[in-house]
């Protein structure tokens, strides 16, 4: 594999760089022996996910893989978050910024009455009913 800030062979199983330190993904090749079937469809079930390298996690249906250096969400601090500061800081930590506003916005124009949302919508993040963040990844327990 090749790296791609510096250009240098990687040696097969390095995690980075030997020559510039970047950390970078490690993507089977066609070269390493790996048939290349990259796919976006990642409803279609066990077995057609992104990765057909050995090791490599294959796509759950309704999720797609969390890719390399992308740092999944804690449903506890999003949860906390929303029970805490009930006017959509949660849902703005998981990446969903309409809530997040929408939330705000009805705890702003109801003085204060509208955090009951926030504080339910908090409960059901920590209870498991929000599985994905807003880029679609699964987040962490």
Known sequence: ???QYCSQQ???GAVACPYCGAVTPIQPTPADGYSMQ????YQAGYGQGAYSAPGYPVAMPGYQPVPYGVEQKSKLAGGLLNIFLPFGVGRFYLGYTTIGI??????LLTFGVGGLWGLIDGILILTGNVKVDGNGYPLKD
């Open 102 to 107: 929408a939330q705000l916005l009805v705890t």
């Open 10 to 12: 990687i040696p097969h």
């Open 1 to 3: 594999m090749t790296c």
């Open 38 to 41: 990259y796919s976006t469809d």
